[in-house]
């Protein structure tokens, strides 16, 4: 299990697999620099950047999926850790960020369900909702994407949501690209979750 959590009562978590860019976009969120100990087969936490006055974080949670140099044992463990922290913490979890990589999530994603597996990915997005966490997938590295339109309607399916992926641009779809700071839409997508959970004195950490 991953310890001290710091007693929050608001999070943002942002999840995904390993390598998505998560701490690229923790650090433009947040604006800070964590070192991360990144070397694998290395334990591996959670990285929490908090507000005691407002009893508010982020968590970035350690990637889920491959993991070169990662024994398949160890990547279950974390995974399990990871669905535990969530269940745990899941009445204090505003938004849960699914991190993908727009590059490769469908080439993942179908890949895994031609092995009638349910991809990780996709069970993470059903696994907040289920637990009643307003989840926000920010596909990253559209840098590296030439048909977007495409790509985003594609992945929209794939998740179960009906395409043209737009109409999802509100409250759950946001492309962007962390490398550059490009995560305007993410803010925006993040800010109306904030206001919808009637925490508009939160709003400050989501907008730039
Ligand atoms: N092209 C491109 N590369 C990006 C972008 N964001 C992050 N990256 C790169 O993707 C790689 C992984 O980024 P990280 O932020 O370390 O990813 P992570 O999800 O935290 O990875 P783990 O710690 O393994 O879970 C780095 O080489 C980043 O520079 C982006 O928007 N575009």
């Known amino acids: 299990m991953f310890e001290h959590r710091p007693d929050r009562d608001a999070e943002i978590i942002l999840i995904g697999r390993s390598n998505v860019g998560k701490s690229t976009l923790m650090r433009e969120l ?17 990285n ?7 009893s508010f974080m982020f968590t970035d949670l350690p990637g889920f999926g491959f993991m070169s140099g ?25 938004v849960g960020v699914l991190v993908v ?9 179908d890949r895994h369900t031609n ?8 069970e993470m997005f059903y696994f907040l909702e289920e637990l009643g966490i ?29 395409p043209p992926w737009q109409q999802w641009s509100d409250d759950t779809i946001a492309p962007i690209t962390a490398k550059r700071g490009q995560i305007t839409s ?9 206001h919808e959970a009637k925490r508009d004195d939160l709003l400050k950490f989501v907008t730039k």
């Open 48 to 54: 929490h950047y908090d507000w005691n006055a407002e």
């Open 70 to 94: 990662v024994e398949k044992d160890m990547r279950e463990a974390i995974k399990t850790d990871i669905v535990h922290y969530i269940e745990d913490n899941a009445e204090k979890i505003l």
């Open 186 to 194: 993410l803010r925006e997508v993040l800010k109306h979750h904030l």
């Open 30 to 46: 947040t604006g800070h620099t964590f070192s991360t100990g990144k070397k694998p087969g290395v334990t591996r936490k959670p």
């Open 101 to 109: 990589d727009g590059k490769s999530v469908i080439d993942i994603i």
């Open 115 to 122: 092995n009638d597996e349910i991809p990780h990915d996709v």
């Open 134 to 162: 307003p989840v926000v997938v920010a596909v990253n590295k559209m840098d590296k994407v030439d048909d977007k339109d495409e790509r985003l309607d594609e992945l929209c399916d794939r998740l179960g949501l009906y």
